[in-house]
């Protein structure tokens, strides 16, 4: 029996927490076993459209990390990915079919529209359990290294996903 692929167990999680994903956000699924460490467990994903540049998104909440993942066919990749304590608030707004995401980071907020109204309940409330946790609930669990990081920086150049000058860029983010 031959062993699942990483992008399989994915899939599998997003169908055990009842997450169907439109055919709009492949490109960003298929991506996802380069941006998850190999142990990380997705909690909760949505997709939508970044208002800032009205491109398709998703957002994954997994047990460590909020991450935004972008992938678009001009650019590559674009991966952001923040710690639950980083997260000042995060609020939904619903019309009458879809809803709004606003999440505050810092100094900045990212809105995507066009999330299912359900969903955006849903993602939110799971973010705001991981934003009411204590630090070292996230201290406990393994960061993954900067090696870690380059090593997946590799993967993600090796397998075409990057391009030389977003592996440099990255790279140079990482050392600092």
Do not use: W
Request: proline share 2%; with cysteine.
């Amino acid at each position: 029996m031959s062993e699942k692929s990483r992008l399989d167990e994915i899939k599998d999680e997003l169908e055990t927490l009842d997450i169907n994903p439109t055919i709009f956000a492949r490109k960003e699924i298929h991506a996802l076993p380069d941006v998850l460490s190999e142990d990380e467990k997705i909690v909760y994903l949505i997709e939508g459209r970044n208002k800032l540049n009205n491109n398709h998104i998703i957002l994954v909440a997994t047990e460590r990390r909020l991450i935004f993942i972008d992938k678009e066919f001009m650019y590559g990749l674009k991966v952001e990915d923040f710690s639950y304590d980083k997260v000042s608030s995060i609020q939904y707004e619903k019309s009458l079919m879809l809803a709004s995401v606003d999440i505050h980071i810092a100094n900045n907020v990212l809105e995507i529209d066009n999330v299912g109204k359900y969903y955006a309940e849903l993602f939110c409330e799971k973010v705001r359990d991981f934003m009411a946790r204590p630090k070292e609930y996230f201290q406990n669990k393994t960061e993954p290294t900067v090696l870690d990081q380059l090593e997946q920086l590799g993967r993600l150049k090796e397998s075409g996903v990057l391009t030389e000058e977003e592996f440099t860029e990255q790279k140079k983010r990482l050392l600092g």
